[in-house]
Each structure stands twice: as C-alpha cells, then as structure tokens.
C-alpha cells in the first residue's frame, strides 16, 4: 500500500504482557514488507476513552482490544458493526480518515474460520452443538454457530443464570442444561466447544466426565496454553476430529489486519509455527 506516514496499529488490554498478537501481527508485517507497527498497550479502564480518542492523532490506523475493555469500547466508538452488536463486545478498531471509530467483532469469524480450516468435513448441520461455558468468548461462539446454521445449541455453564441469559437473547434454538449434566450432553454433540478457561495453563482441571463422547464428533477447545488440553487429548484417543484454539487467535486477526494495512494475510504453517516460536 502506498503510503505518506508509516500506519500504526496494536492491541489494548490491562493486563497486556501475554498477548500473542504483536508478535502474530510483525509476523505478517515482516512477511509483506510492510513499513508499519504494531504494539501492545497496557491502558487502565479509567483511561481508555482518552487514549482510543487520543490515537488516530498519533497515527494509529486501528487496534484490536481485549479484556476488559471489549464491553466498554463500544459505547466509545462512533459506530459498531451489527455482528458487535449481537456478540456485546468489540475486539477490534477502526480508525477511519474521518476521524471516526468504529468497533468490530472478529471472535465469532475467527472461531468458525479455524473451525472450518480444522475439520473441514464439519456439516453445520450435522447435530446439536454442546458448548461448555457462558461467558464473553461464549457469545461469539453461540452467534457464529447459530449463524452458521446449527439446529441446536445445548448450553451449560457453572453458573447456570449466566447461560439462561444467554438463551434469553439468542433464542430457543438454545438449550440450557445444569453444569452437573455436562458429561450427559456431551453424548448429543456432533459438536463439543469449551468456551471456560477450564484446563489452561494454570487455571482447575475440566473436570467434566468425556466418556461419552461421539467418535464422529468434532470437539475445539478456546484454550491454546497449552496447545492440546486434556480435552483435546481425550477427544483425540477416542477418534474424534480435534480442532485447537490458536487458529481462532489468528483467524480473528485476519480482518483487523487488512482493514489497517491494506493485506489480507494468510493463515498458514509459517504463521502457527510463528507463534509457537
């Protein structure tokens, strides 16, 4: 792309020091040869309005945002996309030439992207989907599956209100089930996605019994610290197709990237292997 200043973009969260998306968006930068930057920023929640207006004067072309400050940006914005709408977050930003903002929502492509990238012989409409969690990772799993025309969508999580709200705005093509029942509905899913933080790097065990697991399911984990859960590990025993959740990081990425610097990247084995470096 031509240009007269060098575009910079990066990624807003408190905390910031994990993100893997400097080192994911240099990557991509590198590979074009593309002159511009991209930079994680620690921003306190009191903060953040001032800084988001304060950067398409810096030249920031746009950022992507993260907890937790995905809710509070949209009322920051001038516009937010419908998919934002829908999901209640933003995750990503764009600076236009206006001077105005508009927020975004990628999580939802990210996931069903990397989920079609996976296991490509996934029908949509093969069989109920049981997804385990109800929290701002979820809403963007149930908007792009219900979107992707799943017939069913069976919901647990460990505090089952949360996933009652869920059903109350997303519809009856919800099914909400007590967390205690969790190892039950599994045995329904053609699909199986862990939305909890359960089974990360440092967080409790998923301690959901996974016996009754399809072998023609296909089962995806959020989580990509570490790459391949206990969940995925399991699901792989048994015969399942197991999708892991660094592709939905870079799928997310994907439009963000474009929209700033004028390339659509791709996600390949170079750009997994980068972040895995």
């Known amino acids: 792309m031509t240009m007269t200043k060098i575009p910079l973009a990066g990624v807003i969260g408190c905390p910031i020091a994990q993100s893997k998306s400097p080192q994911l968006h240099r990557h991509w930068l590198q590979q074009h040869g593309i002159a511009g930057h991209y930079i994680p920023m620690h921003v306190e929640p009191e903060d953040l309005a001032d800084a988001i207006r304060m950067m398409p004067k810096m030249g920031f072309v746009g950022a992507n945002v993260t907890i937790p400050h995905k809710e509070a940006v949209m009322d ?33 492509y990210g996931f069903i992207t990397n989920l079609h990238q996976g296991a490509p012989n996934w029908d949509p409409q093969s069989g109920p989907a049981v997804v385990l969690g109800a929290g701002g990772a979820c809403r963007a ?12 969508i069976l919901l647990t999580n460990r505090t089952r209100e949360r996933a009652e709200q869920l059903r109350s705005e997303f519809g009856d ?72 959740g660094l592709g939905m990081l870079l799928h997310q990425a994907v439009p963000g990237f474009e929209r700033w610097f004028g390339v659509r990247p791709e996600v390949d084995a170079d750009t997994r292997a980068a972040l895995l470096a």
């Open 141 to 152: 799993v149930v908007a792009s599956l219900l979107e992707a025309g799943v017939p069913e």
């Open 76 to 108: 920051i914005a001038d516009q937010v996309t419908d998919r934002a709408k829908v999901i209640g977050a933003a995750n990503t930003l764009i600076f236009r030439e206006d001077g105005s903002i508009l927020a975004d929502n990628t999580d939802g």
């Open 173 to 244: 093509r919800i099914r909400v089930e007590d967390w205690i029942q969790a190892g039950n509905i599994i045995e329904e899913g053609a699909l199986v996605v862990n939305t909890t933080s359960l089974g990360m790097t440092g967080k409790p065990r998923l301690r959901v019994p996974l016996d009754g697991l399809r072998q023609d399911a296909v089962v995806t984990d959020l989580i990509y610290a570490p790459l391949k859960t206990e969940l995925l590990s399991y699901a792989e025993e048994v015969g399942c197709t197991v999708v892991d």
